[in-house]
């Protein structure tokens, strides 16, 4: 099977950028084959990922690193060069609700996610049995409302065990601390359900019931310090009226927080998403 480098840059915008890094793969003998380009024109900022057949360029990532190099100095790049062989380590967490965990297991599971699911992290010990069938370890880690500091040092504990490169908030009803927000910043992915910033909180289908809004939907964004409020992967929608309960606004809205978690997720393990503060370029 065919494997790839994933060259993905953001620097600052200019003349020559694209040109200068196509001949310079095409010089190595490099086949491109998928490349994606954004000009931010308020900021100035250049975004640019690019797909390279391996098999083409004959040398390895750790050679193709070392002569790109002088490239990136030469247009201040950020930048990162991805080999697809190795794949991203997640750790999945959830508390009590199972149908976005039980949705990545199963794509993962048939191969729509490029990745390991290296563990499941719970405040409950109720989907233990479902991650097990999977032949995934289930690490349960009650979380005292009084003095969450241990569950939290052991949860990082058990991400650091499994050397995870992503961590997703499949449903996971805690809050994390800043501490753990700051040690694993750009790597944890949260579904929230409902448009951020309206409806935060608690019972978000409820309130938009009470509100009589029309559209109800999801969203997947990278967790920070402030609550639900980092950079946003991805977001749906789904039409309701005033015929639909809340029950039915929580029904729909499960299907939308499936699909949108497992979208954004599938972006991030192939390097599409850039983050530009608080906004991100997606290439998808």
Wanted: charged share 25%; net charge negative.
């Amino acid at each position: 099977m065919s494997h790839f480098y994933r060259l993905v840059v953001s620097c600052p915008d200019q003349v020559g950028i694209v040109a200068k890094v196509s001949s310079f793969i095409a010089d190595q003998g490099g086949s491109i084959t998928e490349a994606s380009q954004h000009s931010d024109l308020e900021t100035g900022r250049f975004f640019m990922r690019y797909e390279i057949l391996a098999d083409s360029l004959g040398m390895s990532a750790e050679v193709l690193r070392s002569a790109f190099e002088p490239v990136a100095e030469r247009f201040d790049m950020d930048w990162a060069l991805v080999d697809t062989r190795k794949r991203q380590r997640v750790v999945l967490m959830v508390s009590r609700e199972s149908h976005c965990l039980v949705d990545l297991l199963y794509r993962w599971q048939v191969g729509e996610l490029d990745c390991d699911i290296v563990g499941v992290i719970s405040n409950h010990d109720d989907m233990r049995s479902l991650t097990e069938w999977y032949g995934i370890p289930y690490h349960h880690v009650p979380v005292d409302p009084a003095d969450k500091t241990a569950a939290f040092e052991q949860v990082q504990a058990h991400i650091d065990d499994a050397r995870a490169d992503s961590i997703v908030l499949a449903r996971y009803m805690q809050i994390l601390p800043p501490a753990l927000c700051e040690r694993y910043a750009g790597q944890v992915i949260n579904i929230h359900h409902s448009f951020l910033p309206s409806f935060a909180g608690a019972k978000p289908y409820h309130q938009a019931y009470q509100r009589g809004v029309k559209l109800i939907g999801a969203t997947c964004h990278y967790v920070t310090q402030e609550l639900d409020a980092g950079p946003i992967i991805e977001q749906d929608i789904h039409r309701v009226s005033h015929c639909h309960t809340p029950t039915d606004l929580v029904r729909f809205g499960r299907d939308v927080e499936k699909a949108v978690l497992a979208r954004g997720l599938r972006w991030h393990l192939e390097d599409r998403v850039l983050v530009h503060g608080n906004k991100t370029i997606v290439f998808s």
